[in-house]
């Protein structure tokens, strides 16, 4: 009959609203569908880059940079200095950037060379045009484990330098906004403004 409350209702001394709330508040307690995973990212390969293969000569020889080291400047015995600087440079990974900056405060992409070359009693110039002028001149397919390697970044001069880590990838402090960190060679980014390849572990230290 329309209008009549049910015998449930008047049972248990319930008003049709209060049976209402009650019946909403139940449903908000209980758990929503779970929601779908996402599928899975698969990022596609970076271009190769294009780094032109060395013409061969007769002072290309693989064991001249491998001589002993009596680890003065400030460093142990190491036989390898390319390594060396690599573990360093990599302890600062995640550092942040500064421009100017030459201190695990804060880098920027040639303070980085800078205090990493330093911290093994190493000098090197300043600024990444000046160390790309003043490093032992590199072939491309020769690198090495604590090499330099150099960009011209939207201009005609070297602006950028980086540290070699082995594999076509260097650490680097890349710029504003963004800690020390590690790229390949083959982005295609870095592969587009690549300029050429440099070495200072092989110098004496002072």
Same mark, same amino acid.
């Given at each position: 009959?329309k ?26 307690? $209980?758990? #929503? @569908?779970? /929601?779908?995973? *996402?599928? !899975? +990212?698969?990022? $596609?390969? #970076? @271009?190769? /880059?294009?780094? *032109?293969? !060395? +013409? ?15 680890g ?7 036989h ?25 405060d ?101």
């Amino acid at each position: 009959m329309k209008g009549t409350v049910p015998i449930s209702v008047r049972k248990w001394g319930l008003s049709p609203l209060l049976l209402a709330v009650t019946v909403l508040i139940s449903a908000c307690s $209980s758990a #929503p @569908p779970r /929601a779908p995973e *996402p599928p !899975p +990212v698969i990022e $596609s390969s #970076p @271009p190769v /880059a294009n780094i *032109p293969a !060395p +013409v061969t000569d007769e002072d290309d020889d693989p064991n001249a940079d491998d001589e002993e080291w009596d680890g003065s400047g400030g460093a142990s015995a190491i036989h390898n200095r390319g390594d060396e600087l690599v573990a360093v440079a990599m302890s600062f990974r995640g550092a942040r950037y500064r421009y100017g900056g030459a201190t695990p405060d804060g880098f920027d992409c040639s303070g980085l060379v800078f205090y990493t070359h330093r911290r093994l009693g190493l000098e090197v110039p300043r600024t990444s045009r000046d160390q790309a002028d003043a490093a032992d001149f590199v072939k491309p397919r020769k690198l090495r484990r604590g090499d330099l390697v150099f960009f011209k970044i939207g201009s005609s001069s070297v602006n950028h330098v980086g540290i070699y880590i082995g594999k076509h990838h260097f650490v680097h402090a890349p710029g504003r906004g963004k800690p020390v960190t590690v790229n390949s060679l083959d982005d295609e980014y870095y592969a587009e403004t690549f300029s050429s390849a440099g070495r200072f572990w092989n110098h004496l230290p002072n």
